[in-house]
């Protein structure tokens, strides 16, 4: 019987995001592998130190998992899946970044912990000029 080998394809901080690109790829009929991702969802902070969560795929899939990869966008999109882009320069790198603004919203997280994440406002910050929108 030979031996399968895998091939590291893309490192992740949190696992939430690994499933994420793990759904794309398996949906693409692509094995995947994913190592320490049960420690760093026991404790996210060990995420660092073990390298985050690793994503693995057999070895001649390695170029097709890369190919389908690329095609997922890191960037925001609207509702017909086309890039957002800055209404200041026109770049589509604009990404989704929850606001914590002024001392209220500080106060909020302090007394509340994350639940009052969920009251705050959502901006869009372009990733070229540094333009915050909504």
């Known amino acids: 019987m030979e031996e399968e080998k895998f091939t590291l394809v893309r490192r992740f901080q949190y696992s939430s995001e ?50 389908i990869l690329s095609e997922v966008s890191l960037y925001s999109v609207d509702d017909e899946n086309q890039p957002l882009q800055c209404p200041k320069c026109g770049a589509e790198q604009v990404a989704m970044e929850q606001s914590i603004d002024g001392i209220k919203s500080f106060l909020r997280v302090v007394l509340l912990g994350a639940f009052a994440l969920l009251f705050s406002k959502y901006k869009y910050q372009c990733q070229k000029c540094n333009y915050e929108f909504n």
């Open 18 to 67: 690994a499933i994420i690109y793990q759904g794309k790829l398996e949906s693409n009929g692509i094995e995947v592998y994913l190592r320490d991702n049960n420690i760093v969802d026991s404790n996210p902070l060990y995420s660092n130190a073990v390298g985050g969560v690793k994503m693995f795929v057999k070895t001649e899939d390695f170029t097709k998992a890369i190919e």
